[in-house]
C-alpha cells in the first residue's frame, strides 16, 4: 500500500498534511496516537469512507481493509443480537449473497444489460471467494478459541458484555 501526499481536515482544523508512506506486503502495522490525531480517519479514507481533501492511497489488487469500531454500536449496530451473530457478521457473506440473489432475479428481469449484470455476478462472486465463504465459519470458530472466548459470551447479547468482554 502506498500513501501519497494525503491530507485531511475538518473545517479550519488540520488533522494530517502531507503524509507519504508505503507499507510492504504482508506488513503488519499498528497505528497509534492520542485521541484526535486521526487514526480513525486514516482508517476511514483507507476503506473509502471518507474523501481526503487532497493525496489518495494506491492498493495492489484483491486487498481489503476494514476495522471494529472503539465501541461497539458507534456504527448502528443492533446491540440486541449475540455475540457470536455480530462475530459472524465481520465477513459481509450474507449481504453479498443478497446481492447476488438481487442480481438473478434482474438477470430474469431485464433481457438488455445482460453483458453488465453478468459482469456484476462475476464482481460478486469473486468477493465471495476472496472471503472464502464455505470456511469463513470454520475459521472465525478457530479464532474464537484460540483468543478463548467461551460459549457463555457467544450467547449473550452484545449489549450485556461489559467493556472488557
Not at 482508517?43 to 474523501?51: A, E, N, R
Not at 481533501?53 to 495492489?60: L, N, V
Amino acid at each position: 500500500m502506498r500513501i501519497k501526499n494525503l491530507t485531511m481536515s475538518y473545517g479550519n482544523q488540520t488533522v494530517f498534511d502531507n503524509i507519504n508512506m508505503i507499507i510492504p506486503d504482508y506488513e503488519k502495522i499498528g497505528i497509534v496516537g492520542v485521541n484526535g490525531a486521526g487514526k480513525t480517519t486514516l482508517l476511514k479514507i483507507m476503506m473509502g469512507i471518507l474523501t481526503p481533501d487532497y493525496g489518495k492511497i494506491i492498493f495492489k489488487n484483491n486487498i481489503k481493509i476494514d476495522w471494529l469500531p472503539q465501541v461497539i454500536g458507534d456504527e448502528g449496530t443492533d446491540l440486541n443480537t449475540l455475540t457470536l451473530d455480530y462475530l459472524m457478521s465481520g465477513r459481509p457473506i450474507e449481504k453479498l449473497h443478497k446481492e447476488l440473489e438481487s442480481m438473478y432475479v434482474e438477470l430474469s428481469e431485464n433481457v438488455n444489460n445482460e453483458s453488465k449484470i453478468y459482469s456484476l455476478i462475476n464482481k460478486i462472486q469473486e468477493e465471495l471467494d476472496y472471503y472464502d465463504e464455505y470456511n469463513a465459519e470454520n475459521e472465525l470458530l478457530k479464532i474464537i478459541e484460540g483468543v478463548h472466548i467461551g460459549d457463555d459470551i457467544l450467547e449473550k447479547k452484545l449489549c450485556e458484555l461489559s467493556g472488557g468482554q
